[in-house]
């Protein structure tokens, strides 16, 4: 069935037509006004686009079809219309006509339905990719649907963004599905794995001391753009930019949706807690040549993806295409997104996907001063948002410590990728690691090398959703993908894990206890490091995906949250919960300026022992040191102690300057016996068990 024979046939759904007038190139999209709606779409080479207008969503046939004059209806590359009559809630998609001639980097395919790279919502249900993906097949049963959404109807009554410094936040990344599909949740089954869910769950968030949620992607992806058998979980398969996922919502309503997603963000505003999407401008979900259309691969494929001299896609993400930043339309699609997510749906600011794809140029070049990024830096609307970057992409560029680093600035926080993969060699005893763990522990100046920088532009971590869960990284050896259906090849080989002697689940107690405090070691030396803390969630509790370190394709309770392990993990969960209130109260956590290496009476410093006062062992076979921290403004003084030797060991304590040391926490000791501050008396040495953590505070005894 073709265009031409759908707007002759007597099948069209009868519905009132509208009249239509030339409409305008700006703004992109459809757009509600006085009288009815434009719409607006880029393509340079298209020759002819027809706009089809649905009466529902599943309909196949639409009610009318609108071939847009090349003489009437474009300007310059921007094809548009004004519909009159219409509305917020009317669905429609594109069919776009031109050359099929890859070789030239036209994917022309009039036969497919296109969503709208700039609708504000989606209709999936019914969605097939594998329809998308077939040329000539005509798909517009099983095509997304965009709808028209009017903005500035919401009340947002007095929602404000709480503005939280990263020096005082502690970020809990999560993902909206799993964090209450389990029925074990206690949420409603309708609003299980949804924004409303997470709303629900605000008290759990506030009582485990969290001030910023990190959401996994939440704008439109495609489920199937995963193996067969296998549903996309993760998300980092975008199909827009703008529309929250229809997924998420408590109905497949996408007008429904967008009102939650604003609910939740209300919601958690109101408890104090920042909302940052993790956002996916580097691919999308139309794969490379061989993948479906969904829109820009069948709009303009040549300006929306990076081409190579052969007029390939290129692929620096690992998902088969590129997104070509250094274009001024997808930079402007990038931006517009951006500014939506702040104006209309209030969001505090942004964690960049293989942020490091931003930075190249239309030849994959690396660019220094990069337009993608610099039309973000100076973005107004963005200046009162966090701006994270994953500093690296699939195609080994690696670039941690230029972000945070840009212009001598502190527009950028970067995700530490070395603090993690430095923090679990320490952790597991490797050699060689004592130098590396003192500069991790103060903010990492080795990368950030800027003495100028704010220490927090580093986010620290020990796990997030790629890669072993804490509790994973103390239970398995090696990774366990085979329920991914690759032959165990996908996900990293390397994780630096240890499973202390039995490989996954074990009742073995002996085995049990030192994973249990090595969990407590991973936590307590994330929250004792100056920056920004970061974990994923559901660490706090232990959870595990039973050795899958690449659960992209796990929409399962592998996956997601077990809120039974509340229950038996609750100890880990307190002494979480306890640890991020008790360093949440040390102003030495929300330095901004690298802390002193050496006494200083004026500004806050660290001084470096070992198991004798001054006598910290640098040597590759250590696996202990001491850090002595002091605010000597705020009257804060404590004795942090790291062993991660297998064996007990007598520290040297430094002597009191407020009044008695108390014992803060002993990661060795039981979960119940930490946070009691008992006093230590006059004890010159304290003897720390084998591969644990030792916090001591010096105050006054009138404290």
């Known amino acids: 069935m073709n265009s031409t024979s759908l707007q002759a046939n007597e099948k069209t759904p009868s519905a009132a037509k509208h009249g239509i007038s030339a409409g305008k190139p700006a703004p992109l999209g459809s757009t509600v006004s006085d009288g009815g709606v434009n719409f607006s779409m880029y393509s340079k080479n298209a020759r002819s686009v027809e706009l089809w207008l649905f009466k529902n969503p599943e309909d196949a046939v639409p009610y009318q079809i609108i071939k847009l004059d090349p003489e009437k209806n474009r300007s310059y590359h921007y094809w548009h219309v004004f519909v009159e009559g219409a509305g917020e809630g009317l669905y429609y998609g594109y069919k776009v006509h031109g050359e099929y001639a890859p070789s030239k980097g036209l994917h022309f395919d009039g036969s497919k339905l296109l969503s709208d790279p700039f609708a504000k919502g989606i209709y999936g249900a019914g969605y097939s990719r594998g329809d998308a993906s077939v040329f000539g097949l005509e798909n517009s049963a099983t095509a997304l649907k965009s709808v028209v959404v009017a903005d500035g109807t919401y009340d947002w009554e007095d929602d404000r963004h709480p503005r939280r410094p990263l020096s005082s936040s502690v970020i809990y990344e999560m993902h909206v599905g799993g964090f209450t599909a389990n029925p074990n949740s206690g ?173 190249r140029g239309e030849d994959g070049q690396v660019l220094v001063n990069s337009p993608a990024v610099n039309s973000i830096e100076v973005d ?115 994780n630096f894990s240890c499973n202390y002697g039995v490989e996954g689940a074990t009742d073995d107690p002996a085995v049990e206890a030192v994973r249990e405090r090595q969990v407590r070691n991973f936590m307590t030396a994330m929250f004792f490091t100056q920056g920004t803390p970061m974990f994923v969630m559901g660490d706090e509790v232990r959870r595990t995906q039973f050795g899958n370190n690449n659960a992209y394709c796990q929409n399962n309770p592998s996956a997601w949250f077990d809120w039974n392990d509340l229950e038996r993990h609750g100890q880990t969960f307190e002494y979480t919960r306890k640890l991020i209130e008790y360093t949440q109260g040390l102003s030495l956590f929300e330095l901004k300026d690298l802390i002193k290496v050496g006494h200083d009476i004026n500004r806050p410093y660290v001084l470096w022992h070992g198991a004798a006062l001054n006598g910290a062992d640098w040597s590759p076979s250590s696996h202990t040191l001491a850090m002595e921290m002091v605010h000597p403004e705020k009257g804060e003084h404590l004795y942090v102690v790291f062993n991660m030797y297998w064996g007990d060991i007598s520290f040297q304590l430094p002597k009191p300057i407020h009044g008695r040391w108390h014992l803060v926490a002993d990661t060795f000791l039981p979960a119940g016996e930490n946070f009691t501050f008992r006093e230590l008396y006059d004890q010159e040495n304290y003897m720390v068990k084998d591969r644990s953590i030792v916090i001591l505070s010096d105050f006054s005894l009138k404290k």
């Not at 997470?198 to 996994?216: Q, R, S």
């Not at 479906?292 to 494929?301: D, R, S």
């Not at 090398?449 to 997030?464: E, K, L, T, W």
Request: aromatic letters at 12%; proline letters at 6%; charged letters at 25%.
């Open 380 to 494: 107004p609307v963005l200046a009162d948002t966090k701006l994270i970057a994953e500093a690296w992409d699939a195609a080994g560029l690696y670039q941690l410590g230029f972000f945070a680093g840009r212009n001598g600035d502190t527009r950028w926080a970067e995700w530490n990728g070395a603090y993690r993969d430095d923090i679990r060699k320490f952790i597991r005893s490797d050699e060689g690691m004592v130098p590396i763990l003192a500069a991790r522990i103060i903010g990492s100046p080795d990368i950030y090398v800027n003495p100028h920088q704010d220490i927090n532009q580093s986010i620290h971590f020990v796990s997030c959703h790629d890669g072993f869960t804490m509790g994973d990284l103390v239970s398995y050896n090696c990774k366990h993908n085979l329920p991914n259906g690759e032959d165990n090849r996908d996900g990293l080989d390397e």
């Open 187 to 359: 949420v409603s089954p309708e609003k299980r794995g949804t924004f409303l869910g997470v709303a629900e769950k605000i008290p759990y968030l506030k009582e485990l001391g969290i001030t910023t949620v990190e959401l996994m992607p939440v704008y439109v992806f495609d489920p199937q753009d995963a193996p067969l058998g296998l549903e996309n979980y993760w998300g980092y398969s975008p199909v827009n930019f703008f529309a929250p996922h229809w997924g998420y919502g408590s109905s497949p309503d996408p007008i429904a949706t967008i009102r939650e997603f604003k609910d939740m963000v209300k919601a958690l505003h109101k408890a104090g807690i920042e909302v940052i999407l993790d956002v996916v401008y580097n691919h999308t979900a139309e794969s490379g040549r061989n993948g479906p259309w969904l829109n820009f691969k069948g709009q303009e494929a040549g300006v929306y993806y990076m081409l190579d001299e052969n007029k390939q896609f290129s692929d620096y993400t690992g998902c088969g295409n590129t997104v070509n930043v250094s274009d001024p339309i997808l930079r402007r699609v990038m931006r517009e997104s951006l500014r939506y997510w702040v104006e209309q749906m209030h969001i505090d600011g942004f964690r960049f996907d293989l942020a490091a794809v931003l930075t």
